[in-house]
């Protein structure tokens, strides 16, 4: 067992699974009965800068896995992936993330035509879509919400975020965004909170989604 804890030693220096925080750290290692257990911990997101009471709150955590068994060094990158993981996962829990664990992030441009039909897709969730020539209406029963968008501008909405680059300072190794409706969760949110803040007619300007005073605007 001995070899085994020196490789997990070893291959717990990486972090590289998928919305893994990058504070991960190995704490212990027991051998029990039947399985080996491994204690994690990462520094708390919720910990806000220059908080002098608690400057590194960490989560702590643990995963069981298999007896040890084939080649240590093999094995530990194998365990250390599977307590990456479940670190991954209660860290987008504690911060209700938009991104799926263990899902690698790829470098997506919408096109024009690509992002507006994927707008309109996710509009017709919402109730019966009028599209015009500068505006979506979108009608529920008694209800009825102006979108007053431009595709390239939308597209280029879409694409930034997705497209920019991870430096390795970030707090999470990068990681796929989540899709709602055809559309990634994060936009979904905004167009929801736009709406719920500012409708009944929002729109796209300098690149934020905000609500526009008057049907005339």
């Known amino acids: 067992m001995k070899e085994y804890i020196t490789a997990l030693r ?15 750290r190995l704490e212990d290692v027991q051998t029990l009965d039947d399985r080996v257990r491994l204690s994690w911990s990462f520094v708390d997101p919720e910990v806000l800068p220059g908080d002098h009471r608690s400057p590194e709150r960490r989560l702590h955590g643990w995963l069981d896995l298999a ?107 990068p990681v796929a965004t989540r899709l709602v409706d055809g559309l990634p969760l994060w936009a979904v949110d905004e167009l929801s909170e736009a709406v719920g803040a500012w409708g009944p007619v929002v729109g796209l300007r300098n690149g934020r989604i905000v609500g526009l005073r008057s049907r005339d605007y």
């Open 10 to 24: 070893q291959a717990c220096k990486i972090v590289d699974v998928p919305g893994t925080p990058r504070s991960l």
């Open 67 to 173: 007896p040890a068994s084939g080649v240590p060094i093999e094995r530990a990158r194998e365990w250390w992936a599977e307590a990456q993981l479940a670190a991954a996962r209660r860290y987008a829990l504690q911060i209700d993330a938009d991104w799926t664990p263990g899902e690698p992030y790829v470098r997506r441009v919408w096109s024009r035509d690509e992002a507006w039909h994927a707008l309109l897709d996710y509009l017709r969730t919402q109730g019966r879509v009028l599209v015009e020539s500068d505006q979506i209406r979108v009608v529920s029963g008694p209800e009825e919400i102006i979108y007053r968008m431009d595709a390239e501008a939308w597209a280029a909405h879409l694409t930034e975020p997705e497209a920019a680059e991870h430096p390795a300072g970030t707090e999470i190794v």
